[in-house]
């Protein structure tokens, strides 16, 4: 399938995405369970890395307070 490295869904996923990219991860593209990853997706991040969600925006606590690492890196506005 073209992986360089395959993460395991029912594992934490932290450690694994430390393990695959011990400096962080330039881009993360979110499809289905954002909500539930953001915070590791976030920890995982190099500087100025971007995350992009394309699931459910209305469980995603974006434009709900001040800008976050978190929330800033999935706006349009980068």
Known sequence: M???HVIDHHKPLGPQLAEVAPRG???VLSTTGTHRNLAAYAEALSPFGWIVAI???DSL???SGPPTRAAGTTSSAR
Do not use: K
Request: glycine residues 16%.
């Open 2 to 4: 073209g992986a360089d």
């Open 55 to 57: 699931d459910d925006f």
């Open 25 to 27: 991860l330039d881009f």
């Open 61 to 63: 606590p974006i434009g």
